[in-house]
Each structure stands twice: as C-alpha cells, then as structure tokens.
C-alpha cells in the first residue's frame, strides 16, 4: 500500500541532543512537508519541499534542518538550537494532481525533550 | 495576512445529533478549502475539499461542506453524529499567493452517548 511512513513513533531525547525524525513516502509525491502540532495552535509549517535537492523554510525553521536528496525522503533534524522541541511531528506529501494543497499525511512522531 | 480562524476549541454533542463546525478565511482571492480530520495520536485525514463550482461538497463518511462567499467561510456538518465521530477536525486554506496550506487551530469534538 502507498503511503507516508514516520519513525520513530515516539523519541525522547535530552536537552542538548539533536535528533532526527524520518518520513519516507510511496506515493511517487514531488512535495513533501512537515508540520509541527502544539495543543491549540493547529499545525504549523516547519520546512518544505516541491522537488529533490531544493527546500524553503516554513513559518517556523528556526532550530530545525532537513535536507531532500531522494524524492521518497525527507528528514527533519531538530536541533539543540530549538527552545521548545517537545511536540507533535507531522509529515505531508502532495502530488499536486489531486488539487493545489491537498495533502497526504503520515501518522506523526512525538518528541519529548527530558 | 492569509488566515483560517475556527471559532470554536472544543464542542460537544449527542450522539445523533446534527453537527455543524465553523471555519472562516481570510477575504480575498478565494483559496482552495479543505477540511481534514485526525483521531488521537494519528495523522490527518482529508474529508472534502473545495475548488470551485458547486458550493455545497461532499465527503467521506457523510460529511458535507458549504462555501460561503460573503460570509468567507467554509462550514463542515453532519446529520447524524456518531460516537466513531470524535475527533479533531481541521479547517485549511491554500492561497495561490504564498502556495502554502494554512491551518485553523482545530475544533475538537466530542460526542455524549
């Protein structure tokens, strides 16, 4: 089955440690996205990419990284620089045939920062 | 700026009863709308979206949308709430200028046997 594949599911991690968050996708999806989940505050988009070796910082890149060097991929690196790390990680991809923002979803990465 | 407000944080309804979640964008060109909907601890799923044309949209699991122009807003209903129903729900907006999907902050229901 196609879809988008997050890991790990839940990480802890210590204060000063950075840490990466996985997202593989299937979908054959040109855009892939991540989105940041805090209670009450939506989701908020962290870095994105429409196509392999390029990417733009969201509303939110401060404290975070990625890089595309393979259409199926893109990890988030969330750095030591972030204030507040702790959060809900929500991977997206987009073909963009369904309809300019209709987005596909992986099953999100919880962090927490000890 | 490009914006998606729902009004409401948290409602609750009987299990049964008809639902109607509000959700208003910024004025302007008009975006493309969607609403999607996330059960805890999960990914979102997309439930209907609209691009043009018929003003009234339907989606899954017996979701229905109706665009409002003059009002700016996108509102979400159901007949018949299910219990399965409980959730997060979603209102996004995608502005060709800009060319990103804007969140609401969600509006979470819950559902009374």
């Known amino acids: 089955d196609g879809g988008i594949t997050q890991s790990p599911k839940y990480l802890f991690r210590k204060e000063g440690q950075n840490v990466t968050l996985s997202c593989e996708q299937n979908?054959?999806?040109?855009?892939m996205y991540w989105y940041r989940q805090d209670p009450g505050q939506g989701l908020r988009l962290i870095y994105y990419?429409?196509?392999?070796?390029?990417?733009q910082k969201g509303d939110i890149a401060e404290g975070y990284s990625v890089s595309r060097e393979k259409k199926e991929s893109f990890p988030l690196t969330v750095t030591s620089a972030q204030k507040n790390p702790t959060a809900f990680y929500l991977c997206?991809?987009?073909?963009?045939?369904?309809?300019?923002?209709?987005?596909?979803f992986g099953e999100g990465s919880r962090l927490t920062v000890l | 700026a490009q914006s998606v407000t729902q009004p409401d944080i948290h409602i609750t309804v009987s299990e049964g009863a008809s639902l109607e979640l509000r959700c208003n964008y910024s004025?302007?060109?008009?975006?493309?709308l969607f609403w999607y909907v996330q059960s805890p601890g999960q990914g979102l799923q997309l439930l209907l979206k609209?691009?043009?044309?018929?003003?009234l949209v339907q989606g899954i699991k017996g979701f229905e949308a109706e665009f409002k122009r003059s009002q700016s807003s996108f509102n979400l209903r159901k007949p018949s709430v299910h219990w399965s129903d409980a959730a997060e729900y979603f209102c996004?907006?995608?502005?060709?200028?800009?060319?990103?999907?804007?969140f609401g902050q969600g509006t979470e229901l819950s559902v009374k046997p």
């Open positions: 997206a991809s987009s073909s963009g045939t369904g309809g300019p923002g209709e987005l596909f």
């Open positions: 979908l054959n999806h040109d855009a």
């Open positions: 990419s429409q196509i392999v070796n390029d990417f």
């Open positions: 004025y302007g060109a008009t975006p493309y």
């Open positions: 609209y691009f043009s044309g018929d003003t």
């Open positions: 996004a907006a995608f502005y060709n200028q800009g060319g990103k999907l804007i």
